[in-house]
């Protein structure tokens, strides 16, 4: 079943991130099998939302019973282009640049983070903990061509994000993640993806910003509202 990519909101392909992973925890706990309606009672979705999701990619399970969990992992690993390593590219090597670079879960998931690059010459040839080697950045364009190179992610100050962005579009990159506190917009074609940890923080502090102060211990609920764990069929 051929599928318009460009069709398909961003909110759609983050449920299906969100499905693999349920599922490959299934796949940990030995699960073979599993439905649309146990899959939501589990991890909190919403079954019906799962399979209209999945019919837009085709039918990968008997219809009102049962997925094989297996098969439907390999599917949305497809879906998602996850059947095959997608080369990451680091600009900017400082602390953030260095933690993502190090983060396992790339490496698990799919994604090898392949290079690291910074204009800074004392950095340049500096290796993190797992090993990744920071270019200089005026070797970009060929390190991404020889290391087939597809996605890149910024982690520079604000001042310079839009002018790596120019540079990874001119690399031919056609996916970007932008951790820089800046909003950049790409050109038709470019998919980019602005990700600003402020932003998050400030919205956390907008829905506190009105509550009481801190209650003492003994007037806190018996049962407080904890996250829900996945709880076992």
Known sequence: MIVDRSAVSESTATRLSVYLRCVSLLETEGIAHVSSATLAR???????????????????????VVYEVPVLKRHLQSILGL?????????????????????R???????????????????????????????????????????????????????????????????????????????????????LKNVDLKINLETLSFYIAGSPPGRRREEWPQTPSLPRFPRRT
């Not at 999701?53 to 009102?64: H, I, K, N, P, S």
């Not at 059947?83 to 900017?92: F, H």
């Not at 690291?116 to 060929?142: E, M, Q, Y």
């Open 42 to 64: 589990r991890f909190d979705l919403n079954s019906a939302q799962i399979r209209k999701d999945l019919a837009t990619f085709g039918e990968f399970g008997v219809r009102g």
């Open 83 to 103: 059947d095959q390593t997608r080369r990451v590219a680091i600009v900017g090597a400082g602390h953030l640049g260095q933690a993502l670079a190090d983060y």
């Open 105 to 191: 879960g790339f490496h698990s998931g799919g994604f090898e983070i392949t290079a690291l690059f910074d204009n800074d010459p004392a950095k340049i040839g500096f290796r993190t903990r797992t090993g990744v080697v920071v270019h200089d950045l005026s070797d970009f364009n060929a390190v991404v061509a020889r290391r087939r190179i597809q996605i890149g992610m910024i982690t520079v100050p604000a001042s310079a994000a839009a002018g790596v962005a120019r540079r990874c579009v001119e690399a031919g990159l056609k996916a970007i993640l932008n951790f820089a506190p800046v909003r950049l917009h790409a050109p038709a074609g470019i998919r």
